[in-house]
Structure formats: C-alpha cells, structure tokens
C-alpha cells in the first residue's frame, strides 16, 4: 500500500530545479506529485513520478543525490473537513506526521494526500481500520 | 629601551661563541636522555661530538610537526614530569594537539625573552598593559603576561571576547599598551565606532600584535583607528610561545630574533638544504636554552628572509622579515591554526561523508569566517529537513570541538566541489591580508 517517492537533493542556486524538470522531461518522465521542503541553506525536492527507477536513473546520471522513500497516499473527498479528518485519526493514535503534501485530482472530486511518517505500516493500518481510503503506488501513478 | 643590554647588544663573534656552546650542551642532552632523537641522529650517522662548530648544525637532522604528533603527548621531553612545570597545546595537524613543556627555568626564560619583546615594543614599568591574548592551552595569554610582569608593567589579563566591556576597562584604566591578534584589535577599534568611543578617549601608545599574519595596509589602519603605534611581534608554541622575535619600535622593520635563545636557519622547502643568508625561504628555529622541551632544526613552515644588516636600535640580533607565506596550507582564523587535515579527520569520522570538501575562509570586517562545503552523498542524504539539519550541526560541532574555532557548514550537491589533478584544492582563502 506504499508508494514510492523520490526525494532529490537542492544547492541553494539558482537553475537547479530547472535542471531537474528537463532531465525528467527529456526522458518522457511525468510528474505526478511534488513539493519543495526549503531552508536559508539547500532544498529538498520530492517527486512522485510515473516512473520511478527510471527518474532516479536520469537524475544520477545528472549528477544528482536522490533518495527514495515510502510513503502513505491517501485519498479524501475534496471539501471542508476532508484533511482534518484523516489528521485527527492520526493525532488520536499518536501518530506523527514527518510532512505532507496534497493536490487534487483532475478526473474526479478527491483529494490526494501523500504523507511521510516514521513508520508507514502503523499509520496505514491505523488508517484503514479507521475507514480512510489508501491509494496503491500503481493508483497514484494512473491519476 | 633595551631590557637586556649584554645579550641583545652581544657583539657578534661573541653572541657565536655562546650559541656553540648551547648548541653543544642541547644536542648532548637531546642524545642522551631522548629515545626519538637519538633514532634519529643514528640513522643520519651524528654523534653529538660531531658538533664542533655552528655550521655542524646543518648536519642535524630536521624535526617536523609530525615527528612531535608520532610522540604525543609527552614523548620528546627530555626531562621527566617532576621537572615540567607546566604545559601548554596547540593545534595538531589531525586530531591531536602538539604539547610543548616548560621546568620552572624555561618559565623564567619565555619571561626574559617576553619582557625583551615588550621593551623593543616601547613598553616600560608603569605601563598599564591589557592583554587581549587567550589565557589557556594557547601560549599568547601567559606567555606574553609573564613578560609583561618581569617587565615591571601593569597587566590587565583581560583575554579575548566581551569587547564591549574591554573598552570600558581600557577608559577606565588608563591602559598604555594593547596586546591581542591583529584582527581583534581591529574589532575593538570597529566596536569602539559603533559605541562612539574615539580613540582619543583612551590612553593607548603601542598595540603588540601577533598570533597570525597581517599587512603594512592593516598596519596603516589599526594604527589611525586606535590611536597608537602598531608593532608586530612573532612566536609559536613549540619554540616557546610569544617572544620568539619582535620588532623594534625604533625601526619598525623586522623583528630581531633573540638568538641567544632560538637560532634562526632559512632552508629551501624542498632541498632542505641551507639557503644565503638574505634569501626567502622557511624559517627553521633549534631552542638552545630550553630545558623540557627543546627542539632541533624545527621547521616552522613559515616563510621569510632574514636581515643580517645592523638595526639603528642598537641591538646586534638578526631580524626576520614579515612571515608572507606557508609551506603548508596551515590557516590562521581568527589567531587559532586551523589544518586542512583537521577538518578532513572530523568529515572522515562521520559516516557516509564523502572526502570532497572545501573550506572558503573570507573577512567579514576584521572578523575571519570560515565556511565549509561537505558533498551530500546518497548515504547522508535523507528527505527530512530535519535530518539534514542534524547531520550539518554536528559536523559544525564536532568541528569546533576539535580546532577550537567556529564555522558555518554549507551542504552542496555532490561532485560540485572541484576536482583537480593531483593535489586538491582544499582551501580558497578570499582575504586579502
């Protein structure tokens, strides 16, 4: 139930972002998720793509220090009240969240949430016995 | 003033006399009572009887700073502990610092040559002296205090930091002299700027800087800005501390090794061999008077030429010029000695820390900062923010921790860090001293 992502290392200059966006799309990879964690001294960017080997073969060969990491998808209805529901399961169970990210689908009125914890397997079991739907990595890359 | 007329106006064929003589008595005592040294001259074949004049002295072998790190910490005292009276550290080329021992009588002897210093400064009894030099391991805060107080002078043993209240005290005492680093007396000028104080204000009449390298440019400043007459003074823990030469007030160009104490020889860096008198190359000193820790042909890997000609203050001893070099990539932050290798032992100990960094070194103002670049490798790199924040914290830590000076620590990407053939470029040094 867990989903790859891929998390690239960022010198805080100016183009690095760039570089990694065309190294992807020169090789036909597509984004599907991302966000930017930033500090006054270097960049973490996390990427959830279409075809995960095949970016962090690309962005090695650029050069470029990528980790990859499970993390938890999960899907709510997009409206008021969709996000703090699932947070509350998680506070309530004494869950920790490391960080989270959202976007909103295009072909339906849900919400997706990517979260980082520190163990994934609790959170997701935590999660479904609270009925809260989980995405599969091969339903997060078809969106 | 000169503190000691007889030895440091010694005429010449008289001063050689007395230097064979402890050169004698030196390599005799180094033979004998220290296994190292012994080795040593073995393998190069001499017997202390073969000392017979002061050119045999070219026939020692050197000392490096690698032979002390080989017999840390107490391996090449000649004396056993119950005659060290005390000891003092600084910087090593890796972890480990280099020790250096002083009996009772080296004590007195690093006094002698401190308050001849502090006399060629200009300074006398009466003097309110305020010693900015660290007190502790670092040789500059004790060192130059003992000098200060054979001399018959005040001394305020103030050390470094709280500059604030520093300048409060030297108003409120009246101090004649300042002793610190070049570029603390820089900060202290820059701070009494931004307090408003003018340097009128204060009673200063000579600064004694040292502990690390600066130019006649900074010269000019330091002296319009606080007021007094800026004289540079030279020395290093394992030769014996602050007082190795000094610059006459008189002159104010070069500074007259008292050799009836250290003996100055100027080698070529590569060669070894002994270079014309007047030629530049790296100032190799032997101790001839120390008792526990004595060292011969030491290489100070600083560079510099001597000046044989006499000086118009009457004193008969060489003069070094201006140290303008390094044989090594030693850096001197902020008065500390900082070694490349030091900072390499510390990102080596940290696993999955790649060995490409550099250190960028630039002057903020007076103040030296000192960055540097560690490569994140797959293996210390983590998508948590926090982590990543920990790894560079520790580094900066532990950093500190060894050489005693702080830094910042930039993570870059890696394979960013140029890569050269052969020797890499460890250190980029944006100062202009």
Known sequence: MKVDQIAVFLENKSGRLAAITKALSDNNINIRALSVADTADFGILRLIVDDTDKATRVLKEEGFTVGKTDVVAVEVADKPGGLGRVLAVLHEAGINVEYMYAFVEKSSENAVLIFRFDDPDMAITILQNAGIKILTGEEVRSI | MIWNEEFETLPREELEILQLKRLKDLVQRSYYRVKPYRDKMDEAGIKPEHIRSLADLQKLPFTTKDFLRDNYPFGLFTLPLDQVVRVH???????????????????????????????????????????????????????????????????????????????????????????????????????????????????????????????????????????????????????????????????????????????????????????????????????????????????????????????????????????????????????????????????????????????????????????????????????????LEKLSKRIQVEIKDLIGSSCKITLVEPKTIQRSEGKAKRVIDNRKI
């Open chain 2, 89 to 387: 550290a600084s910087s090593g080329t890796t972890g480990k610092p280099t020790v250096v021992g002083y009996t009772k009588r080296d004590i007195e002897t690093w006094a002698e040559v401190m308050a001849r210093a502090l006399a060629c400064g200009g300074v006398h009894r009466g003097d309110v002296v305020h010693n900015a030099y660290g007190y502790g391991l670092f040789t500059g805060g004790l060192g130059a205090h003992y000098g200060a107080e054979k001399l018959g002078a005040t001394v305020v043993p103030i050390s470094g930091g709280q500059t604030k209240r520093q300048i409060m005290i030297m108003q409120d005492f009246g101090s004649n002299v300042l002793l610190a680093t070049p570029s603390y007396a820089l900060n202290i000028a820059e701070t009494m700027e931004d307090m408003g104080v003018d340097s009128s204000k204060l009673s200063l009449r000579v600064g004694i800087f040292g502990a690390e390298p600066w130019s006649e440019n900074m010269r000019e400043e330091v002296e319009k800005k606080l007021g007094l007459k800026a004289i540079d003074i030279y020395g290093l823990s394992e030769i014996i501390g602050p007082g190795v030469s000094m610059e006459c007030i008189e002159a104010q160009h070069g500074m007259h090794i008292f050799e009836d104490h250290f003996m100055p020889e100027i080698i070529d860096p590569d060669s070894g061999q002994v270079l014309p008198l007047g030629e530049k190359g790296e100032l190799v000193f032997t101790t001839l008077t120390k008792q526990a820790f004595p060292l011969i042909r030491y290489r100070t890997k600083d560079i510099t030429r001597l000046i044989a000609e006499p000086c118009i203050c009457g004193r008969t001893f060489m003069r070094m010029e201006k140290i303008t070099g390094r044989t090594d990539d030693m850096l001197i932050i902020r008065g500390v000695n900082v070694f490349p290798t030091q900072v390499e032992h510390v990102l080596m100990g940290i696993e999955g820390v790649e060995p490409h960094y550099q250190i960028i070194v630039n002057r903020e103002g007076s103040m030296d900062t000192m960055e540097v670049q560690v490569e994140v490798s797959e293996q210390l790199f983590s998508d948590e923010v926090k982590n």
